[in-house]
T-cell receptor, first 116, second 111 residues
C-alpha cells in the first residue's frame, strides 16, 4: 500500500512565477492536510480538505494561495506570484477518518520550494 | 490561542534514557500527539495520549498530565537512529481536530 505521495520533491521558481504542489493521499484516505515548515520550526497548518470540499483554510494566507482536492486526481496547493518568503518545505498529510479521540496523520515526503 | 513549549535540543549517549518535555496552553484540549522527523523528511506518528498516564510502545513511551498541561516522550535504550527531531502536537476543540505542532526538539545521540 503506497504511502502519501508528493511531487515534485524539489521545486525552484523565480519571484512572480506560480508554484503547483501535488499530493496523492494514501489509498482509502479522504482527508488531506497541507502544512508549511520553515527551517528549525514546526509544522504550520495551512488547509484541510476532503474530496471537493475545503473544510478548514484558517492557516492559509488569504492572497496568492489556494488549494483544491478534486473528485479525481491529487490535491493541489497553488501559490501564485511567489515571493522569497514562500521558500519552505510543504508537507501533505492524509488520514482515513477524523475521530475525536485520535487523528493520526500520515505525511508525505514534502516538496521543497525555493524561490530565487 | 494555543501554544506549546519544548526544548530546542537534547543530547544523550547511546543506550541511555532521554525524556523530552512538552507544556501547552489551550482551551478545549482533546489530546497530545508526538511525531518524529528525520532530517526534514516525512514526519511519522509515534503516539497519542488523551487520558492521564503513561502509554508504552516498545522503546518509546508517552505521558500526559491534563491537570498540569504537560506531557513527555520517553525514549529508552537510545540508538543512533533515534537522532531526529521530535514534535509534540495538541489536538484542541475547534471542529477539525487538526494538530497544532510545537517547534520541535532536536535529539542528538552520541556513541
Amino acid at each position: 500500500n503506497a504511502g502519501v505521495m508528493q511531487n515534485p520533491r524539489h521545486l525552484v521558481r523565480r519571484r512572480g512565477q506560480e508554484a503547483r504542489l501535488r499530493c496523492s493521499p494514501m489509498k482509502g484516505h479522504s482527508h488531506v492536510y497541507w502544512y508549511r515548515q520553515l527551517p528549525e520550526e514546526g509544522l504550520k497548518f495551512m488547509v484541510y480538505l476532503q474530496k471537493e470540499n475545503i473544510i478548514d483554510e484558517s492557516g492559509m494566507p488569504k492572497e496568492r494561495f489556494s488549494a483544491e482536492f478534486p473528485k479525481e486526481g491529487p490535491s493541489i496547493l497553488r501559490i501564485q506570484q511567489v515571493v522569497r518568503g514562500d521558500s519552505a518545505a510543504y508537507f501533505c498529510a492524509s488520514s482515513p477518518i477524523v475521530r475525536t479521540s485520535d487523528n493520526e496523520q500520515f505525511f508525505g515526503p514534502g516538496t521543497r520550494l525555493t524561490v530565487l | 490561542g494555543q501554544s506549546l513549549e519544548q526544548p530546542s535540543e537534547v543530547t544523550a549517549v547511546e543506550g541511555a534514557i532521554v525524556q523530552i518535555n512538552c507544556t501547552y496552553q489551550t482551551s478545549g484540549f482533546y489530546g497530545l500527539s508526538w511525531y518524529q522527523q528525520h532530517d526534514g523528511g516525512a514526519p511519522t506518528f509515534l503516539s497519542y495520549n488523551a487520558l492521564d498516564g503513561l502509554e508504552e510502545t516498545g522503546r518509546f513511551s508517552s505521558f500526559l498530565s491534563r491537570s498540569d498541561s504537560y506531557g513527555y516522550l520517553l525514549l529508552q535504550e537510545l540508538q543512533m537512529k533515534d537522532s531526529a527531531s521530535y514534535f509534540c502536537a495538541i489536538i484542541s476543540a475547534g471542529g477539525s481536530y487538526i494538530p497544532t505542532f510545537g517547534r520541535g526538539t532536536s535529539l542528538i545521540v552520541h556513541p
